[in-house]
């Protein structure tokens, strides 16, 4: 198979991620991810410069983390479309890491990405 013959796999679906375990009652909710597309894992520097300057304690890793997830995240109908989602992420990172890290094993088990090279003829 050659580049022109390559056949596009179908998207994994979205998750749901039970958030009320970790949130005062009442605030809690199901929230949406979607599988990352490659856009995703190479965040543009404006963005990474953006949550740097908000954030220049954390790691680099830290910061990826939390802008995969604001960037997969799925928008409830009716949810506001003016916040930024990347602070919003950053914010649920600083002030509730159990859920945060929650959202983090779901996400990475529901869409492991594995990079390593494989061997000729498998998928």
Same mark, same amino acid.
């Given at each position: 198979?050659?580049?022109t013959?390559f056949?596009?796999?179908?998207?994994?679906?979205?998750?749901?991620?039970?958030t009320?375990?970790?949130v005062?009652?009442?605030?809690?909710?199901? #929230?949406t991810?979607?599988q990352?597309?490659?856009?995703? +894992?190479l965040? /543009?520097?404006r963005r990474r410069?953006s949550?740097? @300057? =908000?954030?220049?304690? #954390?790691?680099?890793e830290?910061?990826s983390?939390?802008? +995969?997830?604001s /960037?997969c995240?799925?928008?409830?109908?009716?949810e @506001? =479309?003016?916040?930024?989602?990347?602070?919003?992420?950053?914010?649920?990172a600083?002030?509730?890491m159990?859920l945060f890290?929650?959202i983090?094993?779901?996400?990475?088990?529901a869409?492991?990405?594995d990079?390593s090279?494989?061997?000729?003829?498998?998928?």
């Open positions: 198979m050659g580049l013959t056949k596009k796999k179908d998207a994994l679906p979205n998750i749901d991620i039970d009320t375990p970790f005062d009652e009442g605030d809690g909710g199901v #929230w991810f979607r990352p597309r490659s856009p995703d +894992l965040v /543009s520097a410069a949550l740097k @300057a =908000a954030h220049p304690a #954390w790691s680099d830290m910061r983390q939390v802008l +995969l997830l /960037s995240y799925v928008r409830k109908e009716g @506001a =479309a003016g916040v930024n989602l990347d602070n919003a992420m950053a914010d649920v600083d002030s509730n159990g890290f929650h983090m094993k779901e996400f990475g088990t869409y492991t990405l990079l090279a494989k061997e000729a003829g498998e998928d």
